[in-house]
């Protein structure tokens, strides 16, 4: 049973703008936060934490792109969305959404690879 899904990634020269979309099951959904995550290429790098919203409509970012990154929500729809504006190469990563904070050994979706290069 699918869980989580993630799609609107792709390439993008630096500055450009992107919108991904997570569409979650509502066990997963209704849980206090939902948050996106990205990981970077390389070996052994773990997922970071982007960006959060909990159920109320707070929201909160990582340092590295606050101001350009806004994450919104659809209760009825149960999606959880991610515009990110001025995009850098660095932003290059697979983005995946999950339930802030995850629970260990549940699945995660297949993620959405976000490529930032001109």
């Known amino acids: 049973q699918v869980q989580l899904v993630e799609s609107g990634g792709g390439l993008v020269q630096p500055g450009g703008s992107l919108r991904l979309s997570c569409a979650a099951a509502?066990?997963?959904?209704?849980?206090?936060?939902m948050g996106w995550y990205r990981q970077a290429p390389g070996k052994q790098r773990e997922r970071e934490l982007v960006?959060?919203?909990?159920?109320?409509?707070?929201?909160t970012y990582a340092d590295s792109v606050k101001g350009r990154f806004t994450i919104s929500k659809d209760s009825a729809l149960n999606t959880v969305d991610l515009r990110m504006n001025r995009l850098k190469p660095d932003d290059t990563a697979v983005y995946y959404c999950?339930?802030?904070?995850?629970?260990?050994?549940?699945?995660w979706g297949q993620g959405t690879q976000v490529t930032v290069s001109s």
């Open positions: 999950n339930s802030f904070p995850p629970v260990a050994g549940e699945a």
């Open positions: 509502s066990t997963i959904f209704n849980r206090l936060a």
């Open positions: 960006a959060s919203i909990t159920k109320s409509g707070t929201t």
